[in-house]
Every structure is written in C-alpha cells, then in structure tokens.
C-alpha cells in the first residue's frame, strides 16, 4: 500500500493532522506513507513512526496542477501515479488540483478542506480526520499528537544541555506565534522569567526562537542577561522536541510550537497563552495543558496569573 498525504500549511496544521497519520499507520502498519508538503515540518515525522518519506511542495512544475488544461511534468504524474491512496487538503475552490490529480491515474483520491470550519467547537485533529471517514477510519476518544523523537534527536538534545549544573530544572518558553493578536506583551515574558527565577532558583529559562521571533528574542536575551537562560535558536523541530521532553514546564502562546510541546511528551506540563482563537479548538487536546486567557484581550492577562499557575506546575 503506498500513500501519498498532500498537507500545507504551518506546524500547528501539521501536528493536528498526526492523528489522522497514525489510522492510517495503525490500519496498513507496513504501508509506504508520503506527505507532499514542507520537509522542514514534516521532518518531525519523518522515519518517526508515521512517515517514509517526504516531497517538497515548493517545487515549481507543481504548480502547473493548479492551471486547466495545463501541460503537466511527466516526473510528477508518474510520482502520483504510483500511489494507491492520494489524501489531500489543498485549497482547491474550483477544483483545478483534483482535476489535475485525476489525470495521474492513482487508484484512488479522497480530499477533505484545510480551514476548519467556524464554530466547530472540538480540536481541530476531528476536521483533519474527516479525510480518512470514507476508508472507515475513525478518531478514537484520544485525539492528541505524539512525537517519537530517534536515538540521534534524543542525544542532540542531551549535548545542548550539557552545560547546565546537575539537577537544573528546565522551564521552555516560546515568545512568539503566528500573529501579533495572539502575542502576550514580551515585557510579561521579560518579568515573568525574572520572577520565577526568583522564587525558584534551581531554575534555567530556555528561550525557543523560530525564524519569525528575532525581535522578541533580542528583547529577552537582554532582559534575561543577568538569569541562567538557554537560547534554542531555529533548531530543527526533531531536535527541538526531544529538547522539550526534558523540560519542566512550557509556556507559550496559540501556536505550532506550543503543539510540538504538548506532542513532545505526554505529561510535559503546558501552560497556554490563549487571545482571540478559539482553545476548544486549537488548544493541543490533552490532560496537563493549561490555557490563560486575557480579558478583553492577552495583553490584559496579568504577570501574577501566569506566575501563579507556572509555580503551582512547578
């Protein structure tokens, strides 16, 4: 059985759609599974229990399966062709990719919308499995992600707190997210970590910068100048994950890393910083996460509410 998953988006979609993967690896345990998307996020899957392979979608004769009548690259229709599943959740309003797809000729396709819809109401992983309904498969009652990082990703993350004093205890924070409405100000974060660190010294703060969170990294480097701070800065996801699963606490924001933390390890505590987007929907869908929200807005949440719930984890 080789399957072929078609998935854009950011990270956050990615680790949703993990429990859809795992029916699939659970119904055909030895099947040849692909996802055609971004290698960087789908790497955290990747000969980790779900995937045996990845294709970029960023390659440029793809996009001609999004032009009627287009002329399309032979490479690419005999790659889809030779799939006897093909999932997809591209945007497709009129239908020029399934089209498109037809036209390779694999046994079968099923597609499925990639924007949950609104006021769904439950974790956004029971829309993404809907693509699987039709094979028979279905969510059990446990919809949340796991991460199986390798030997390699484990003994990365052990040398990158090589350096810590025995017995540190580790809270990860990530200032960032995807919009600047789901961010809590970085002078919270700034007083935050300087108040735990005072109320628990056994304490090291890990910063975790992505490519879009330089300013706020900058911020709290120098904030952080005088704390014990590791700065985990664009690591690979696989390598990130297995760094999360030795912290202690994580703190963060509606976003695709506060997911990878939550799918790192199953009783890593998470505390989230919720503004406008719905948690019962994007909230990772597990026991031990924890979500704060601000009223009217996350800059209204206080430094005190945050402190008292990371203290009452710790």
């Given amino acids: 059985m080789n399957i072929l998953v078609i998935r854009g988006g950011a990270l956050g979609d990615f680790i949703v759609t993990l429990p859809t993967l795992r029916l699939l690896r659970e119904r055909w345990p030895d099947a040849h599974i692909e996802v055609l998307g971004q290698p960087h996020l789908a790497e955290i899957a990747l000969h980790r229990h779900y995937l045996n392979g990845i294709r970029s979608v960023n390659h440029g004769p793809l996009s001609a399966f999004f032009t009627p009548r287009a002329v399309l690259d032979p490479g690419w229709m005999d790659y889809i062709g030779d799939f006897d599943l093909v999932l997809s959740y591209f945007y497709d309003p009129d239908g020029l990719f399934l089209a498109n797809l037809k036209r390779c000729n694999p046994v079968e396709i099923l597609t499925h919308p990639p924007r949950v819809p609104e006021s769904f109401g439950r974790p956004a992983a029971h829309h993404f499995a809907g693509i699987v309904e039709p094979l028979g498969l279905k969510l059990p009652e446990d919809v949340a992600s796991d991460i199986f990082p390798l030997p390699e990703d484990v003994d990365a993350a052990r040398a990158f707190l090589a350096g810590l004093p025995p017995r540190t205890r580790l809270v990860a924070i990530h200032p960032g997210s995807g919009?600047?409405?789901?961010?809590w100000p970085v002078e919270s974060w700034a007083e935050l970590g300087r108040q735990l660190?005072?109320?628990k010294p056994d304490l090291a703060l890990l910063l975790i910068e992505g490519e879009a969170d330089g300013e706020q990294a900058r911020f709290l480097?120098?904030?952080?100048?005088?704390?014990?701070?590791?700065?985990?800065r664009?690591?690979?996801l696989p390598i990130l994950a297995a760094l999360l699963r030795g912290a202690d606490l994580f703190l963060?924001?509606?976003?695709g890393i506060?997911?990878?933390?939550?799918?790192s390890r199953r009783d890593l505590p998470v505390i989230a910083l919720f503004g406008p987007t719905d948690s019962a929907v994007w909230a990772p869908p597990r026991s031990g996460v924890h979500?704060?929200?601000?009223?009217?807005?996350?800059s209204a949440l206080p430094v005190e509410q945050v402190l008292a719930a990371a203290l009452a984890l710790l």
């Avoid at 480097?221 to 985990?232: F, G, N, S, Y």
């Avoid at 506060?258 to 799918?263: C, G």
Wanted: proline share 7%.
């Fill in 252 to 255: 963060g924001h509606d976003s």
């Fill in 197 to 199: 660190v005072r109320a």
């Fill in 234 to 236: 664009w690591l690979p």
């Fill in 179 to 183: 919009g600047e409405t789901k961010n």
């Fill in 291 to 298: 979500i704060l929200k601000g009223n009217p807005t996350l």
């Fill in 258 to 263: 506060t997911h990878l933390a939550a799918a």
């Fill in 221 to 232: 480097i120098e904030a952080w100048k005088d704390l014990p701070q590791l700065r985990a």
